[in-house]
T-cell receptor, first 110, second 113 residues
Framework: QQPVQSPQAVILREGEDAVINCSSSKALYSVHWYRQKHGEAPVFLMILLKGGEQKGHEKISASFNEKKQQSSLYLTASQLSYSGTYFCGTVPVRDDKIIFGKGTRLHILP | DSGVTQTPKHLITATGQRVTLRCSPR?????VYWYQQSLDQGLQFLIQ???????AKGNILERFSAQQFPDLHSELNLSSLELGDSALYFC????????????FGPGTRLTVT
């Protein structure tokens, strides 16, 4: 039931790109992405609703393939401020409950 | 600042005790969610309230209970505390249901000794 995120951790140099994947075994209505910095609360990045849309937020974008129940978060030209743990949260069809994955730790080196 | 407030910020208590964590949602938000985050762990969904009614339940222990009041603030009650209950407890709020963006409070760090 808990979505699976991959990879578990990524180390990049500033300016490099990263992709974080989120996969569910259930049919999904929506996928959420949040970023949490160490010692802080999670912060909302974006929501993707059923319909296969792609969204963007500065240099961070995401896609949602509802047929495969998968979502991917794309970080391009990464900046030091992108460091943190990224969580995907999935909301199944006909359910009003969000379940978060275990998170992907992203560390950006200068 | 997300607009969600949580009190207290830190709580240290002994095993077997009972504590109450408080959350005030963003102005206008009707849903409140409670999460538990243990060290280096993900966000474990506990329970959701919508406009005073319980909407969804996650892995919430029977020793834990919550409620949402008419003014929409919420309280999470933890009783018969065990060492393993030590964690960061987050409250989040959203405009309506789970498919709306959630805004997280700063959290309450509970330490059970």
């Amino acid at each position: 039931q808990q979505p699976v995120q991959s990879p578990q951790a990524v180390i990049l140099r500033e300016g490099e790109d990263a992709v974080i994947n989120c996969s569910s075994s259930k049919a999904l209505y929506s996928v959420h992405w949040y970023r949490q910095k160490h010692g802080e609360a999670p912060v909302f990045l974006m929501i993707l609703l059923k319909g296969g849309e792609q969204k963007g937020h500065e240099k961070i974008s995401a896609s949602f393939n509802e047929k495969k129940q998968q979502s991917s978060l794309y970080l391009t030209a990464s900046q030091l401020s992108y460091s943190g743990t990224y969580f995907c949260g999935t909301v199944p069809v006909r359910d009003d409950k969000i379940i978060f994955g275990k998170g992907t730790r992203l560390h950006i080196l200068p | 600042d997300s607009g969600v407030t949580q009190t207290p910020k830190h709580l240290i208590t002994a095993t077997g005790q009972r504590v109450t964590l408080r959350c005030s949602p963003r102005s206008g938000d009707l849903s409140v969610y409670w999460y538990q985050q243990s060290l280096d762990q993900g966000l474990q969904f506990l329970i959701q309230y919508y406009n005073g009614e319980e909407r969804a339940k996650g892995n919430i222990l029977e020793r834990f209970s919550a409620q949402q009041f008419p003014d929409l603030h919420s309280e999470l009650n933890l009783s018969s505390l065990e060492l393993g209950d030590s964690a960061l407890y987050f409250c989040a709020s959203s405009l309506q249901g789970a498919s709306y963006e959630q805004y997280f409070g700063p959290g309450t760090r509970l330490t059970v000794t």
